[in-house]
C-alpha cells in the first residue's frame, strides 16, 4: 500500500466549539484520530466525508481537491466508506440485500471482490439474516463489509465499537486490522479509546479543544505526549513496539532491542511486530535484578525525567532501548531509593498487565 496523502486545512466555529486545523497527513495502514469527548474528532471526519462544508476550508486527498473555495466534491463522489457508530443498515433488506446495494455503487468495476470480503468478515452465516435479528458485533461486520463493497480509496470510521460489549469490541477490533491490511484500504480512525489506538493504529493524530496537539507515529505520540492531563491520571500510558519472536498457546515472547518480554496474546493474531500499551501505574520500580519473583517481565532502562504529580507521587520517565516507558512511584519511593535522571533501574510489569485487550 503506498502512502496517500490528506491535506487539511479547516477552520469550524460553532456556540461553544472552534476546530482549527492546518495539517498534511500522510495515510498508510490506520491513522487514529484520537482525543476527549469535545475535542473535535467527529466533525473532523464529517468534513473530510463531504457530509459538512466549512467556508474557507480547504481537503486534498491524493491531488484530488475535495474542497476548496473554488471546488466542492460532494459525498458520493469522494470514493469514501464511512463506518458510524450506529451502522446505518437498512432494515428492510436483509444482510445479502444491505451488501447487493452497497455492490452496485463500487467505484471500481475492474475487480469484484464480494467472496472475499463475505468470507474475511465471516458473514457466510447471515447472509439471510434481517438486520433487526443481528447482534451489534454482527451489524458492524455488515457496515464494514458494505464499505468494502463500494471499493473506497479512503475509510472512515466513527467510533465504531464505543457500544459493543468487550468480547463484541475485541472481535470487531481484530476484523478492522485483518480487513483495512488485506484489501489495502488506508483507514482514518475515530476514537476516545486508548486501548484501540495502541491495537490499530501506527499513525495518530492526537486532538484536544479542536487543535491538533501532536501528530506522527502512535508510540512517538504517546511518548512525548502526556495523555493523562487529557484523560486523567488513571490513564497515563506508554506504547512500546515489540517484535514478536515465538508463539506458544496464548502468549508470546517478544523483544525491544536485545531485551525480551512475555505477553498473552490472542492465538489469532500473526504480526511481526505488535504495539503494547503499558499503564503508568502496572510499572514497579527497582535498582537492582529481583530473583524468585511472580512478574516475569524486567526491563533495564535509565531515567530520563522525573516530573511531580501530586503531594505525594512523581512519573518517572524511562529510556528503554530507544523507546519511552511511563512509570508512578511514590515521592517517598524516589527519596529511598534514591531514583534521580542517568540512574540505571529495573521495570518490572506483569504479563497480565500486558495483555492484549485487543
Known amino acids: 500500500m503506498t502512502n496517500k496523502f490528506l491535506r487539511l486545512r479547516l477552520s469550524i466555529e460553532r456556540s461553544g466549539f472552534s476546530l482549527k486545523l492546518d495539517e498534511q497527513l500522510s495515510l498508510h495502514g490506520t491513522t487514529a484520530v484520537f ?29 484530488e481537491r475535495w474542497q476548496d473555495d473554488d471546488a466542492w466534491v460532494p459525498a458520493h463522489k469522494r470514493r469514501i466508506g464511512v463506518v458510524f457508530q450506529d451502522t446505518r443498515l437498512f432494515p428492510h433488506l436483509n444482510v445479502l440485500g444491505n451488501l447487493h446495494f452497497a455492490r452496485q455503487f463500487s467505484h471500481s468495476k475492474q475487480i469484484d471482490r464480494f467472496d472475499e470480503i463475505v468470507q474475511t468478515l465471516r458473514l457466510e452465516k447471515l447472509l439471510t439474516r434481517r438486520v433487526g435479528a443481528l447482534s451489534g458485533g454482527e451489524a458492524q461486520r455488515v457496515a464494514i463489509g458494505r464499505c468494502l463493497l463500494t471499493r473506497p480509496q479512503l475509510l472512515l470510521m466513527d467510533e465504531p465499537v464505543s457500544s459493543l460489549d468487550q468480547e463484541s469490541k475485541r472481535e470487531i477490533i481484530e476484523f478492522i486490522a485483518a480487513t483495512t491490511k488485506r484489501f489495502s484500504v488506508p483507514l482514518f480512525y475515530v476514537t476516545h479509546d486508548a486501548d484501540e489506538v495502541a491495537r490499530l493504529a501506527n499513525t495518530t493524530l492526537l486532538l ?17 505526549n502526556d495523555i493523562s492531563t487529557l484523560f486523567g491520571t488513571q490513564d497515563a500510558s506508554s506504547i512500546l513496539v515489540a517484535k514478536i519472536d515465538a508463539l506458544d498457546s496464548g502468549s508470546a515472547t517478544a523483544s525491544i532491542g536485545s531485551q525480551q518480554l512475555t505477553i498473552t496474546i490472542d492465538d489469532t493474531v500473526h504480526q511481526s511486530e505488535i504495539q503494547l500499551r503499558v499503564l503508568a501505574k502496572d ?18 532502562g535509565i531515567i530520563n525525567t522525573i516530573r511531580p504529580l501530586d503531594a505525594g507521587n512523581a512519573e518517572l520517565i524511562l529510556g528503554i532501548e530507544q523507546q519511552q516507558l511511563r512509570a508512578h512511584v511514590t515521592n517517598a519511593a524516589i527519596a529511598e531509593l534514591d531514583l534521580h535522571p542517568g540512574a540505571t533501574v529495573y521495570a518490572l510489569i506483569k504479563s497480565v498487565a500486558l495483555n492484549r485487550k485487543f
Do not use: C
Open 283 to 300: 510499572v514497579v520500580i527497582a535498582t537492582q535484578p529481583i530473583e524468585h519473583i511472580s512478574i516475569r517481565n524486567t526491563l533495564t
Open 35 to 63: 482525543g476527549p469527548s469535545g475535542s473535535g474528532k467527529t466533525s473532523l471526519l464529517r468534513a473530510i466525508a463531504g457530509l459538512e462544508r466549512h467556508p474557507g476550508g480547504r481537503i486534498e486527498f491524493d491531488k
Open 208 to 224: 484536544d479543544a479542536g487543535r491538533a496537539i501532536a501528530y506522527g507515529s502512535t508510540s512517538t505520540v504517546f511518548a512525548d
